[in-house]
Each structure stands twice: as structure tokens, then as C-alpha cells.
């Protein structure tokens, strides 16, 4: 049955789960994963390969005769890995660079939008030599506050949400004046703030159809009570319970179907995981922002709950088979908390020795992701050092055991948020 000799690309706690369930597969023979981490390493063979040289990854795959590629993070996606693969005859799990797009440009993403009649926020668009136009709109505008978003990939740093024209202006400097927003704000977009509640939907995608995977919600800013700096996440929960049966359909009719006939009437059909980043309004679900991936550390919570073989339905997707599947998850709540460096989003020290994950229990999943093996300890090596995934009949179960378990693990200014899982809890 094992028939499949599978790379995964990238090293964080997403690719922890990915190996985690990929291992799980009936139909996996060898699992590589480069770089990995030490918590890949017992699901897989880790490999050092430098996947910003395609030609290099194309040579592994025809040495070890890999079937598929998975690629967990957005950028090699958005510079065109899948492409280049593909141009030399091996599958891909994940977009191509212009189907990527929706991720990788947001002045694309906005104006796919509109075009076919998708509901996101109402939005201009500026090019970075037109800075002074940009400054004009906004010093006219009369609501707020008001969204910045730079238009290329900015690792989470590129979305400023301002409450007067004063702060915008401030903002508008730094894209021109910081080194790495620099290029990633060409081009801007300014958009309408959108009043809701935010939620992740996961949706597997093979070009022609779409199926619902799962949900959650995100822990977005470093600090208890979505406070502080914005982070790559701190923490997530799954079942979203704002996003019920009535909500799911809205989302499948006016988002999913739209966009993905829309992705193959502009010759960019869609395949892999397309993450819907939403904000569920009072008038119903709108994008925020559409990401190319599965999200981190969303995609913890996500797959524990997923029934099916993973590595089926990516097979299933790349040979556009995916209307056979029927897509399964179980019935518990899943809560993933972060646990992070001190100082970070910042600077933070790295080298600190981990221990006590061998004291964690059965209720509770750990992925690793900012780890590292120093002379045959465990220590941090990242911001996100790790996540924490307990589940449960109920949310507040999985909350409990989640961070029954966070205290179990310990290394020197481990920092985690308190109040994972909370706001759901509002809402059952
Ligand atoms: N957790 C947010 C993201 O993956 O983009």
C-alpha cells in the first residue's frame, strides 16, 4: 500500500503537525522534510537542502525518486517553487506563483476581489511613487480607523490599522524607510476597517473544486486581551464556534465558489490549501485577507481533528480528484498555545535548554517549531519555540489541558498568553 515518497518544505510548528499526520498515512513510504526540526525528525528524515536553489530541490527528488512535494511556507510558493517543480514533472502540493498571488500581492488579491463580486472591505490602491496621493486620500477621509496593508509578502509586519490621518502618515514613512518594508510596499493598498470577529477557514483546493477542511480562530497580538504587537500567532482554537452550519454555507457560496471559478476564468486555477483569513460581519462573512497555506499554528488544531489520510487527499488534489473525497473530522475541541521566547516579537536570546516534555500527557499534542538539538539537548532557536495542543469534548476541556500541560515544559523566559481559547468561549 505505502507507495508515496513525499518531501515537506519547511521547519516550523505547521510542518511538525504536517509530518505528524502526513506519518499517518497508509500510503507514505519515506517522509523527507527539509529542514525540519527536532520534532519532525520522529516522523520523517530531516535533510539540509537550500530550497531557494530549485534546481537543487528538482535533483533530490529525482535521487530519491520523490512523488510529491508539500510546501508548507508562503514563500517559496510565492516565488514560484511549485512552477518549477511541475516544469520538470514532479507533483506539487500547493499553487503555482500566479494562483499564489492571492497571498503574494494584495493589490491582486483586492482587485480579483471586486471583480468578482467577493465580499472583502472597500479599498484604493496607491503605487509607492505616488506617496503624496496616498497621504491626500487619507487626510480627506472621514472613517475610521482606516487599513494599510503593504502589497507584497512582509512576514506579518506589513498591516498597520490606524485611528487618525496623523498615525497613517507616520506609518506611510516607515514603508518607505524600513529596509524590509521597503520592497515589500511598491504598492499599497488602504482599505475600510471591518468591524467583526476574525476567523480561519481551510480550504483544500484541486483547480475545479473546493472542500472545506476546517476552522479556527487566532491568537493575532502578543499580549493577554489582543493587546501589543502583532505576532505570527500565539495561539489558536478549533472548532470556530462563530462560524456555524448557516455561516459555512454563506462562506462556500459567496467566497469559496467565486474564487475559485474566478482563479480559473483569470487561467490561475487554484490548488492546494487555500486559507481564508474572514471577518464574520453583521452582514456576513468578508475577506480579509486570502493566504496560500495551511496557517501557524493554526494548522495544529486543524489536523488532529481531520479523519482522513492526509496524504490521500493531497494525492487526491494534485491528480483533481478531490469531488471523490468527502472530507471527516471529529467532534472534539482542539486549543494550541504558543510557547515563545522573551522579547519576542522582538530580539530574544536563543540556546536555552528545554526540558519536561517528557512529563506531558496524552490529552495534550506538542509541535515543535524555534528548536534546535545542542550536543544532544534539547534548546529554543526561535521566537515560537513550541505549541502546546490539548483537546476535549468541550472548549474549555481542551483549553484546561492545554495548559495543564504548558506548565509541564519549561526553559529559561518561556512566555506564553494566558487567555487562549477564551473568546470562543463566549460564543458557546
Ligand atoms: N497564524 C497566521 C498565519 O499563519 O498567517
Known amino acids: 500500500m505505502a507507495t508515496h515518497n513525499v518531501l515537506l518544505i519547511g521547519g516550523g510548528g505547521r510542518e511538525h503537525a504536517l509530518a505528524w499526520k502526513l506519518s499517518q498515512s497508509e500510503l507514505l513510504k519515506t517522509l523527507f522534510i527539509a529542514p525540519g526540526n527536532p520534532g519532525t525528525s520522529q516522523f520523517g528524515k530531516n535533510i539540509s537542502l537550500d530550497i531557494s536553489d530549485a534546481d537543487r530541490v528538482v535533483l533530490f ?25 511541475e516544469s520538470h514533472g514532479i507533483s506539487v502540493f500547493g499553487p503555482r506563483k500566479e494562483a499564489a498571488k492571492l497571498e503574494g500581492s494584495k493589490m491582486f488579491a483586492k482587485k480579483f476581489m471586486k471583480k468578482y463580486e467577493i465580499p472583502t472591505a472597500s479599498f484604493k490602491t496607491f503605487s509607492s511613487d505616488k506617496f503624496d496621493e496616498a497621504l491626500n486620500y487619507i487626510e480627506k477621509r472621514d472613517r475610521w480607523p482606516v487599513v494599510l496593508k503593504a502589497d507584497g509578502l512582509a512576514a506579518g509586519k506589513g498591516v498597520f490599522i490606524c485611528e487618525s490621518a496623523e498615525e497613517a502618515g507616520q506609518r506611510l514613512k516607515q ?40 476552522h479556527a480562530q487566532d491568537h493575532k497580538r502578543i499580549g493577554d486581551g489582543d493587546t501589543g504587537l502583532n505576532t505570527g500567532g500565539m495561539g489558536a482554537y478549533s472548532p470556530a464556534p462563530i462560524v456555524d452550519d448557516h455561516m459555512l454555507d454563506r462562506i462556500e457560496r459567496e467566497i469559496i465558489a467565486p474564487t475559485i471559478t474566478g482563479m480559473q476564468l483569470e487561467e490561475a486555477p487554484y490548488k492546494g490549501i487555500l486559507y481564508l483569513g474572514l471577518m464574520i460581519t453583521p452582514k456576513g462573512p468578508k475577506v480579509v485577507e486570502y493566504n496560500c ?39 472534539l475541541f482542539r486549543c494550541c498555545v504558543v510557547l515563545a521566547s522573551e522579547g519576542y516579537p522582538g530580539s530574544y536570546q536563543k540556546g536555552k535548554r528545554i526540558s519536561g516534555i517528557e512529563n506531558t500527557d496524552s490529552n495534550a499534542l506538542i509541535f515543535q517549531a524555534g528548536t534546535a ?10 521566537g515560537r519555540v513550541m505549541g502546546v495542543v490539548g483537546s ?35 460564543h458557546l
Not at 527528488?61 to 517543480?85: Q, S
Not at 538539538?373 to 526561535?382: A, I, K, P, Q, Y
Not at 483549553?399 to 481559547?421: M, Q
Open 61 to 85: 527528488c529525482r535521487n530519491k525518486k520523490v512523488d510529491l512535494v508539500v510546501i508548507g511556507p508562503e514563500k517559496p510558493l510565492v516565488e514560484g517553487l511549485a512552477d518549477h517543480l
Open 373 to 382: 538539538l545542542e550536543h544532544g539537548e534539547l534548546v529554543t532557536s526561535g
Open 175 to 214: 514603508y518607505r524607510e524600513n529596509d524590509m518594508l521597503k520592497e515589500a510596499s511598491d504598492r499599497l493598498v488602504i482599505e475600510d476597517f471591518m468591524k467583526g470577529e476574525e476567523a480561519s477557514v481551510f480550504v483544500m483546493c484541486d483547480g475545479h473544486s473546493a472542500k472545506i477542511l476546517h
Open 293 to 331: 497555506r495551511f496557517g501557524d499554528p493554526e494548522c495544529q488544531v486543524i489536523l488532529p481533528s481531520l479523519k482522513n489520510d492526509l496524504l490521500d487527499l493531497m494525492v487526491a488534489s494534485e491528480e483533481q480528484r478531490l469531488d471523490e473525497k468527502e472530507i471527516q473530522v471529529d467532534e
Open 392 to 426: 476535549g469534548g468541550t472548549l474549555q476541556q481542551a483549553i484546561d489541558h492545554a495548559y495543564d500541560n504548558v506548565d509541564k515544559i519549561s526553559f529559561e523566559g518561556a512566555y506564553w498568553r494566558k487567555d487562549i481559547g477564551k473568546k470562543g468561549l463566549l
